[in-house]
């Protein structure tokens, strides 16, 4: 079978493969010219990428919201202590412990000008 037997096998073989390749150059060349199929994978590549980053947004924007929660907490508290530590002060302030009647006495008589003052208005 050396002889042209042989050889007739080898370009049946031969036409084979090239068959093979031509059907995978056709199928390549036929997905090239589906420019829908290949807008759409482009579009679902897009999409799928848009996904992730707005995910990754979404996951940025939950951590900065709890820095910021943490943050406000922090300085409410210091606030709050800020404000007794000075209430304390003004509480044991010489000039507020003597002239706190004083105060009182300028309150009561503002308040006593303004209800006459709207009665004789009547």
Do not use: F, H, N, Y
């Not at 049946?12 to 829908?36: H, P």
């Not at 482009?42 to 980053?53: F, G, N, P, R, S």
């Not at 409410?76 to 105060?103: F, Y």
Request: proline share 2%; hydrophobic share 40%; net charge positive.
């Amino acid at each position: 079978m050396s002889g042209p037997e042989s050889q007739q096998e080898e370009i049946q073989q031969e036409i084979e493969r090239t068959r093979e390749r031509l059907g995978e150059t056709v199928e390549e060349l036929a997905a090239k010219a589906d420019v829908k199929a290949r807008a759409q994978a482009k579009a679902a590549d897009v999409k799928a990428q848009a996904q992730a980053k707005a995910a990754d947004v979404k996951t940025k924007a939950t951590d900065v919201k709890a820095q910021a929660q943490s943050k406000a907490t922090e300085v409410k508290t210091q606030a709050q202590a800020k404000a007794t530590e000075l209430s304390g002060q003004v509480r044991r302030s010489p000039v507020v412990q003597r002239r706190w009647p004083l105060a009182v006495a300028a309150g009561v008589l503002v308040a006593g000008a303004v209800a006459v003052w709207r009665w004789r208005k009547k």
